[in-house]
Structures are given as structure tokens and as C-alpha cells.
């Protein structure tokens, strides 16, 4: 531990790895789509009603290209019925509400389209007061089905009853499965466990469904969430970069391992690069950085048991590749220390001005007193917000650049006055 966070302090070179030429990454704040946003229409969110005209439910109706963007800000309460966007080529822009932004709860966000962009939200759906393995079981936000280009970026999803943020392809094989899928510098914690689910016990991070191929996991966090930290499903693909593990219950990264029940399907294909894993006292004492099997290439990878005894890479040795399987050309990665300061510093929703729940969550992720929950109640509960209400003008022209400068207002604070 004492080397990453001395390290912090260091200005540290990218470090270059190979290129795949099939597929582009984009270091832009709001990267680009493959549609005119200047073209798109403006569809407008001012109630925080669950549905009806202006709410969130009926714009994502809306047909056509569209950017969302919300004239309120506060709670915005699913009655446990989650959100579905079916319609391309979309912009969910969280970062035009006003302060402190928009929490969604008591469900989802469910994405069965393709070149879609969702920044700043905050999903937190909860049991919602239902029963132990009662069946409500939401993700916080999920893509399903044969979509393209979607991203998924600076959002915190947080108790959810199957994953918090998962690149599903849960389509039939012959309609084609899910690719190029990136969830970015998402806070992505406190899975609740002994809950809702019909399983029970459930409290998972991240699925990379069977099929789902070309998916990025890049800049994120991942906290007190008991599995899939997260884990990459046969015939899947994809590269983890630069996240951070904290307080995993029985496995940090994971990927299935083939057995008599799964036929021909091959290994995951994965590129496990610069990322951080910190025990907490609870996690599971004969776990490793990752587990299971892949054609996997790992280089950087540090992690940390809870008494300060350096975690082995892999559980079970296998044979690990030279190359990476798998990377989108443009991608640098960063070290271990880089990796620490900025996840820490600019992951989940709204970043320079926190809510209460993203930054306890942080807080307990760097001093190991994160715990695994069953109930949002034990850490407080739902949100309480007093909405606000400010319309937003949107430019006709240039609404790239000004979605990028809305977004990084709120992810690099304001210098004090004594250092400008």
C-alpha cells in the first residue's frame, strides 16, 4: 500500500500497449456518437413525476435523435417500475440539471439501443420496503440486447438487487449479441446482498453477459459489492483499465470458467491493465486480483490484503498471454498510483460536488471501512432532496462543446480563492 500512495504524488507517463484498429477510443468528455447533435431535438425534462408529459419515462419515448436535458434537479421516484430507452442515438444529459442533480430510485435504467451517451446521473434503486427474496431484483443501469456504442459515464449506481451497471446481451444468439460498450469513471458500489433477490443473497457489481464482446471498463470504482468486481462471462471480450477494487466480499475480477454444462463456448478474451484492489476486513481471505480462467494478458496490477500483505495476481495459475487479446486503439493506461488518485477524485456522478452517500462511499473505500449491506437502510436510507427548478437554454449550434463545459464544471472543483 505504502508504495501506491507515495506514488500518488508522481507525474506518471502513459504506458503504451498495442492498438486494435477495429475499435476507437475516445478520451473526449462526450465522445462522439455518430449523429449530428446540433441536428438532434431538444427533448426537455421539468417534473420529477415518475411519468407523464415532462418527466424522464416520457422523454425517453421521444423518437428520433434527441439530447435530454432536465430543467429540475431531486428524486426521481420509479414506483419500481425502471426505465426503458429503446429509441438510437440518445444524449441522457445529467449534467444540464441544476445542483445538486438527479437521483433516480426505486428502479432502473434499462438501454436497448445503440449510440447512446448517459453522463451524471445517480441510480439507486433499493429494496423499495420489499421482502426478502421477494423477486424485485433491478439493476441500476443495464444495456440488453444487440446494441453498439453505447457510454456509460460518470454515473454512481448503488444498491441494486442483481448489478449495479452491466453490459448484458441477454438477446437470442442469432440476433446478434452486444459490442463496443464502455462504462467510464462510474462510482459502482454496495450491491445489497441478503435482500430482494429471488436468489437471495446477490449483491454483484458488474456482468459482462455471455456474447457481449469489445466492452471497456475503464476509471471506475467498485466498492462493497461481494462479486463481479466485475466479471467477464464465455465468449465475452474486453479490457479493464485503471479501476479500483475496494472491499470485495468473495471475488474482485472474475471471469467464468468452462465446464460440461457450456458446451464449445471459448474463454473470455481480456486486457487487465493498471488496476487497484484494496481488501477490507471482510473479503474473503483466499482471494487473488483475479479469479477464474481467460486468454487473458495482465500487466500493473496491484492489490492489497487487509493487513497490508500484497494480493497474488491469480488464484489459480493458467497461462497468461504476451499481448493484450483485446484493446481500443487510443487507450493509454495509467499506473496503479495514477489510478488510485483519480478514481478516488473524479469517479460516479457530479464528482466536485458530491451527495452525501458518493462521498461516504469513497471515504470508507479508502480507509477499509466499507461493509456489504443488505438494506440502503443501514447506511441511511434513501435520499431526501428539496427540488429545484432552473430551465436551461440549450445553444442550437455547437451543443458538443457545450455539454463538455457543462460536464466539467462538475468534475474538476473551483480552486480555492488563496491558490488561483
Known amino acids: 500500500m505504502r508504495s501506491i500512495l507515495a506514488a500518488c504524488l508522481l507525474v506518471l507517463a502513459p504506458v503504451p500497449l498495442p492498438l486494435s484498429a477495429a ?3 475516445q478520451d473526449a468528455i462526450v465522445p462522439d456518437l455518430g449523429f ?4 438532434a431535438q431538444v427533448v426537455k425534462v421539468t417534473t420529477l413525476g415518475d411519468d407523464g408529459p415532462g418527466s424522464l419515462r416520457e422523454a425517453l419515448r421521444a423518437k428520433g435523435p434527441s439530447i435530454i436535458v432536465f430543467d429540475v434537479a431531486g428524486v426521481i421516484e420509479l414506483d419500481q417500475k425502471s426505465l426503458k430507452l429503446e429509441e ?3 444524449v441522457i444529459a445529467g449534467q444540464t440539471a441544476p445542483s445538486p442533480g438527479i437521483t433516480i430510485i426505486k428502479g432502473g435504467l434499462n438501454i436497448e439501443a445503440s449510440q447512446v451517451l448517459v453522463q451524471h446521473l445517480r441510480i439507486r434503486p433499493g429494496d423499495a420496503g420489499m421482502a426478502r427474496k421477494s423477486g424485485w431484483e433491478p439493476d441500476g443501469i443495464t444495456t440488453y440486447g444487440n446494441v453498439t456504442k453505447v457510454w456509460i459515464d460518470h454515473c454512481s449506481a448503488t444498491w441494486g438487487l442483481d448489478e449495479q451497471i452491466s453490459a448484458s446481451s441477454s438477446a437470442p444468439l442469432e440476433e446478434g449479441q452486444g459490442h463496443q460498450i464502455v462504462i467510464r469513471n462510474c462510482l459502482i458500489a454496495e450491491g445489497l446482498d441478503n435482500s430482494s433477490h429471488s436468489k437471495g443473497p446477490h449483491s454483484k457489481g458488474t456482468l459482462v453477459m455471455d456474447g457481449t464482446k469489445e466492452v471497456a471498463l475503464v476509471g471506475n470504482l467498485y466498492a462493497s459489492n461481494v462479486e463481479r468486481n466485475p466479471v467477464f462471462k464465455l465468449n465475452t471480450s474486453g479490457v479493464l483499465v485503471n479501476n479500483v477494487i475496494a472491499n470485495p466480499g468473495q471475488r474482485a475480477i472474475h471471469a467464468s470458467v468452462p465446464d460440461e454444462t457450456t458446451g464449445d463456448l471459448p474463454k473470455a478474451k481480456v486486457s487487465v491493465v493498471g488496476n487497484v484492489v484494496l481488501h477490507g476486513d471482510r473479503s474473503k481471505s483466499t482471494s487473488a486480483i483475479f479469479e477464474g480462467i481467460a486468454d487473458g494478458y495482465f500487466k500493473d496490477n496491484e492489490g492489497w490484503f487487509w493487513d497490508g500483505k500484497p494480493l497474488p495476481l491469480l488464484r489459480k495459475p493458467f497461462d497468461t498471454l504476451p499481448e493484450p487479446p483485446v ?7 495509467q499506473s496503479p498510483a495514477s489510478t488510485l488518485w483519480h478514481v478516488t477524485r473524479f469517479a460516479g456522478a457530479r464528482p466536485a460536488e458530491r451527495d452525501a452517500i ?4 469513497i471515504r470508507e473505500s479508502l480507509t477499509g471501512a466499507g ?4 438494506s440502503q437502510e443501514q447506511v441511511g436510507g434513501y435520499p431526501r432532496i428539496t427540488p429545484v427548478v432552473k430551465a436551461m437554454e440549450v445553444p442550437a449550434t455547437g451543443r458538443r462543446e457545450w455539454l463538455e463545459k457543462l460536464a466539467k464544471e462538475l468534475e474538476i472543483a473551483p480552486l480555492p480563492p488563496e491558490t488561483k
Open 327 to 333: 484493446w481500443p486503439q487510443g487507450l493509454q493506461a
Open 36 to 39: 449530428d447533435l446540433d441536428q
Open 371 to 374: 461493509h456489504i449491506i443488505d
Open 88 to 90: 438510437s442515438q440518445v
Open 23 to 25: 475499435w476507437v477510443w
Open 358 to 361: 458518493d462521498q461516504r462511499i
